[in-house]
């Protein structure tokens, strides 16, 4: 059996051996090769193949307009070590999250310089984000044998400087600022009393990270925990003298692809490219054998022994993970009665039915049933990760379906939740009680559904559902719900114009920015926040700078009573006309006559955009069955 | 693996390092004679040799390689222990 080891990606798929004639295949293409891109991002390259797909998409940015598909991100590097090495790799792994990335990399080793002069690339720069790689050696410690060893172990000065950097980065709150956790170094100067020892490096360094946990998300700032990565790796390893020697580089070039893959998978967070759903299969995946031939007596599940246990601990990453708000699904080759059997008879399972939102066990291909979870779920097929032991089975899904997430796996059932978890399939920069009830949620949407075929029509369906809902304008409360909605809804989203929390912080305290905010209950359970509102008052007008909704409240009338409210409000304001705009992205062609549907008048079109009015004096209330309280 | 194997499998990752598919290596070649080898490309290459052959360069490894002959001796040298 291969060593499980993170260096080499080993949720990835091994790179096929035409890597690099396919990536020539894409430089010579003249049609749009975003798919074919970001389809070769997939798999575990090297750091010289990395450089390959990074070279390929130069070309093809060159030839061709960038595709919808990719969504840009436009990001500042600011280190106090060599970056330069890895820029092409971060480029290329940013492809695997569907981000087309530009780099733009500050001077070498002029950390405060970049900050504090405003005609700086990075200062200067149309930035999304600036990426803080320090790292020990380029951070004012204190000296661990003047300091007298006082009790605080983390000087103010380190505080004021890490403070400054943030602040003047982060332009106002324009830009996210990515601040890196500081890997220990190897050696202490002491050994084991460095721990005993209050101004020690190990102990500031472990002062400054807990320091950087605490950073208030209002900040803009988002944590990628270098330490914990390194530490994974071996800080031996991490290290590498001879490479620092010759080119400063801040760790080994090894460990390029490694790094990469982190940096470009928070960086996929802040873009709402994070995944909803664990899709999985169930022989030789949630227990061992197989159900329908050995019986509930013959499966190997539970404690007593190796193989039993190894499941037990996929069964509870999964439920642990349901638990965070990932959606859980059954996708397995098997009789819908025996694929059942172990959930309800046998007592070691540790997932019930109850856990599962779509539970499809049939005979078709795993790539039917997976449009048909996506379907059911209503969300995108890229919001899946589909765990399955069967390397044919994760073959035939990576062909038919690029789109959906297919870790790799060991042959060893003990490695596959440390193989789930370490792919990043699930990062997030935020956490709010909304995602904690996010998979209850969606389960609720199945039982609804099942409400909606035993209703006579639609209207006596919504009546029955009960709704009733609260709207207020932003608040700190709801804020980091808003912030993620606002980055992550890509279907019913009219403009899909992204904000950061700063941002949206501002636009609390505009006065010429009307805001809203809506949250919902049904006789299922709370729906949370839903849908979010940002008006622009310009003169009498209010343009509809955003205006989205979770799809879990789809159908249901829910786009109605927001717009009786935000009329009610903008006759409040002696608003005259709302003004709206559709702008089709690749994702949300579900809104395109959302306007047309409200009542609104065709203005104009521009590019591939419509313009929409409403006047507020001839406007009748909708009056959809949900009652505001 | 002998020295024509070496230079093959070098030939493949500086095709890889310098972008450069054609490229075409003979053992006299220096950094001069090849598009975009500086030194901070040179540890670049030095580490996908180092993977790809399984080896470790020094310190002093390091600074004594002139040219793709120099490569070649170390590759045989380290391999063979």
Known sequence: ?629 | MNQEEILTKITEIMRETFNSPTLELTPEMTAKDIKGWDSMKNIWLIVAIEEAFEIKLSTSDVISIECVADYIKLISEKSAL
């Not at chain 1, 598909?69 to 436009?74: D, M």
């Open chain 1, 1 to 629: 059996m291969k060593e499980w080891n993170i260096e080499s990606c080993p949720w990835l798929p091994a790179t096929p051996d035409d890597f690099r004639n396919q990536c020539q295949k894409v430089r010579q293409s003249n049609g749009d090769s975003a798919s074919d891109l970001y389809r070769l991002a997939q798999f575990a390259l090297t750091n010289n193949q990395l450089n390959s797909l990074a070279y390929a998409f130069a070309d093809v940015q060159k030839n061709s307009q960038t595709s919808q598909f990719l969504k840009p991100f436009c990001l500042g590097l600011v280190s106090s070590a060599t970056t330069s090495l890895f820029v092409p790799a971060l480029i290329a792994s940013a492809l695997r999250f569907g981000i087309s990335l530009t780099v733009v990399e500050a001077n070498y080793g002029q950390v405060m310089q970049e900050a504090l002069d405003p005609d700086s690339p990075i200062k200067q720069g149309d930035l999304d984000g600036v990426l803080l790689a320090l790292d020990y050696k380029g951070l004012p410690f204190a000296d661990v044998l003047s300091n007298n060893n006082k009790p605080t172990s983390l000087s103010s000065e380190i505080k004021d400087y890490i403070n400054l950097l943030i602040d003047k980065f982060s332009d106002g709150g324009r830009r996210v600022v990515i601040v890196q956790t500081i890997p220990q170094p190897t050696e202490g100067l002491f050994g084991s009393y460095d721990v005993r020892m209050a101004a020690s490096m190990q102990r500031q360094i472990e002062a400054l990270n807990s320091y950087l946990a605490e950073l208030p998300q209002e900040s803009g700032t988002v944590i990628l925990d270098v330490a914990k990565l390194a530490s994974r790796v071996g800080l031996d390893r991490w290290h590498d003298p001879i490479q620092w020697n010759f080119a400063k580089l801040p760790f080994s070039q090894r460990v390029v692809p490694l790094y990469c893959d982190f940096v470009a998978r928070l960086l996929g967070a802040i873009r709402g490219k994070s995944r909803k759903c664990l899709v999985l299969d169930l022989d030789n995946t949630l227990w061992g054998g197989v159900i329908g031939d050995d019986g509930l007596e013959g499966i190997k599940l539970g404690q007593g022994n190796a193989q039993g246990e190894a499941f037990l601990d996929i069964q509870r990453t999964a439920l642990n993970l349901r638990n965070r708000g990932v959606v859980l699904a059954v996708c397995s080759k098997n009789d819908d009665n025996n694929a059942r059997l172990p959930f309800r008879k046998h007592p070691d399972m540790i997932l019930k039915e109850e856990h599962i939102a779509v539970f499809l066990a049939n005979w078709n291909d795993k790539a039917s049933n997976l449009e048909e979870i996506a379907r059911g779920l209503n969300i995108g097929l890229d919001a899946l990760v589909f765990l399955d032991d069967n390397p044919a089975e994760r073959a035939q899904v990576r062909e038919a379906l690029p789109q959906v997430a297919v870790p790799e796996l060991p042959d060893d059932p003990a490695f596959y939740p440390r193989t789930l978890l370490s792919g990043g399939y699930f990062e997030t920069i935020a956490y709010t009680p909304d995602d904690r009830q996010r998979a209850e949620q969606y389960q609720a949407n199945t039982q609804r559904t099942n409400l909606q075929s035993s209703s006579r029509n639609i209207d006596d369906f919504l009546q029955s559902l009960a709704m009733k809902a609260q709207v207020s304008q932003f608040d700190q409360l709801g804020r980091s719900r808003i912030v993620q909605l606002i980055n992550k809804t890509n279907q019913f989203n009219l403009t899909t114009r992204r904000y950061t929390e700063a941002e949206v912080i501002a636009m609390q305290n505009d006065a010429s920015i009307y805001t809203m905010q809506v949250r919902m209950q049904d006789r299922f359970g709370d729906n949370g926040m839903i849908s979010v509102v940002i008006c622009r008052a310009h003169g009498t007008v209010w343009d509809i700078d955003i205006w989205l909704m979770s799809c879990r409240v789809l159908k249901r009338r829910v786009e109605e009573f927001v717009l009786d409210q935000l009329v009610t409000a903008a006759k409040k304001h002696g608003i005259t006309a709302l003004q709206g705009v559709w702008i089709p992205s690749s994702r949300n062609d579900l809104v395109k006559d959302h306007y047309a549907n409200l009542n609104f008048k065709f203005i104009r079109q521009e590019s591939c955009s419509t313009y929409w009015q409403l006047a507020i004096d001839d406007y009748k209330p909708l009056n959809p069955p949900i009652i505001l309280e």
